[in-house]
T-cell receptor, first 112, second 114 residues
Framework: GENVEQHPSTLSVQEGDSAVIKCTYS??????FPWYKQELGKRPQLIID?????GEKKDQRIAVTLNKTAKHFSLHITETQPEDSAVYFC???????????FGAGTQVVVTP | EAEVAQSPRYKITEKSQAVAFWCDPI?????LYWYRQILGQGPELLVQ????????DSQLPKDRFSAERLKGVDSTLKIQPAELGDSAMYLC????????????FGPGTRLTVT
């Protein structure tokens, strides 16, 4: 079963607005938190990741924040565009071999 | 840009039949992962290889699933016999190494068991 809880399961936003997806985890030893974007019928693709020694990371319109004390991390998408519509998955590295545990995904729909 | 290759892309099989999936990782990637993704859920790791060795198969239903990576390059995942509940997307991913190393996913094989 998943040790990463992801919310919300669906998110509908107006073009230009911001979208926020939150994930919580239970393993205090987790030290790597990637986010994947999966468009319909396509492979998951890494869009941003953060390591446990960093609290925030930005890449253009995408940012990720990490709160290790509270064991949660969030994806922020600003100025959303229709091409941002996809399913987004958070994940955490579960062991030293690199195994990732994924959240259940968030379906983001950006309406023009 | 190098990508992970998988075949077939789609497979329909009857229950109790055998089915096999193939994955070719990005050249030079030592670590290879097989994930199962049920519709509406995140990928779940089935088996992980480091070169030709299995390092994690704790979630692999070993009574019917098997995986190999004989020469430490491409890999095959087999199901025998297939069951209705095996219908899912089977994703292969690879990375340079273990630990904190980006995983690159293949396009997946969509399996439907009838």
């Amino acid at each position: 079963g998943e040790n990463v809880e992801q919310h919300p399961s669906t998110l509908s936003v107006q073009e230009g607005d911001s979208a926020v997806i939150k994930c919580t985890y239970s393993d205090s030893a987790s030290n790597y938190f990637p986010w994947y974007k999966q468009e319909l019928g396509k492979r998951p693709q890494l869009i941003i990741d953060i390591r446990s020694n960093v609290g925030e990371k930005k890449d253009q319109r995408i940012a990720v924040t990490l709160n290790k004390t509270a064991k949660h991390f969030s994806l922020h998408i600003t100025e959303t565009q229709p091409e941002d519509s996809a399913v987004y998955f958070c994940a955490q590295r579960a062991d030293s071999w690199g195994k990732l545990q994924f959240g259940a995904g968030t379906q983001v729909v950006v309406t023009p | 840009e190098a990508e992970v290759a998988q075949s077939p892309r789609y497979k329909i099989t009857e229950k109790s039949q055998a089915v096999a999936f193939w994955c070719d990782p990005i050249s030079g990637h030592a670590t290879l992962y097989w994930y199962r993704q049920i519709l509406g859920q995140g990928p779940e790791l089935l088996v992980q290889f480091q070169d030709e060795s299995v390092v994690d198969d704790s979630q692999l239903p070993k009574d019917r699933f098997s995986a190999e990576r004989l020469k430490g390059v491409d890999s095959t995942l087999k199901i025998q016999p297939a069951e209705l509940g095996d219908s899912a997307m089977y994703l292969c991913a690879s990375s340079l190494g273990t630990g904190i190393s980006e995983q690159y996913f293949g396009p997946g094989t969509r399996l439907t068991v009838t």
